[in-house]
């Protein structure tokens, strides 16, 4: 089962980190992601909740008590990206739309037959609990949309341009 986003909102939105044959770089990613959420944007560890994709990867999800604007989360699931910087071998796509929704957590994947148990967000172990589902308390969408404007985004400027950038400023002098 999934969920979509009603229209142009919704009550959560979803960092699907798909890292294809290689579990420890989905891990990597992932816990840099949980990192940057809290270390960029002062998003609390409480209002961060991983879970196991059942496949490839993880997802990594905010819920909000009230609904946002889709085009909202995705200008700050491309924030996030530009601070996060360039994944090898891998993505970071944005869930739910009106057309691409998300499998639910705790659900079994269709091709794997894999539980997507929710991990704590340290080791990213699976928490083998059904009834942790009920522990998630959402994030208040005010708080959200505050750290959302306060965060000023610098650009990931890749190594070759900014090699580039010193040749030509050195020419100058």
Known sequence: ????????????????????????????TTMRLVNVLMDDFNISADDIHVSFSGNKGYHVDLFFDETIAVATLKEFHSKVLSIFGKIEGGDIEFRPTWQQGVKLPLGIHQKTGNRAWYCDTVKLEPIEDFTHITTIQPMEADEFLLLNESVEVVEVVEEEKAEQFVEVATDID
Request: aromatic share 18%.
């Open 1 to 28: 089962y999934g969920v979509f986003a009603a229209g142009s909102r919704s009550k959560f939105m979803t960092f699907d980190v798909d890292i294809a044959n290689n579990e420890s770089l989905a891990k990597w």
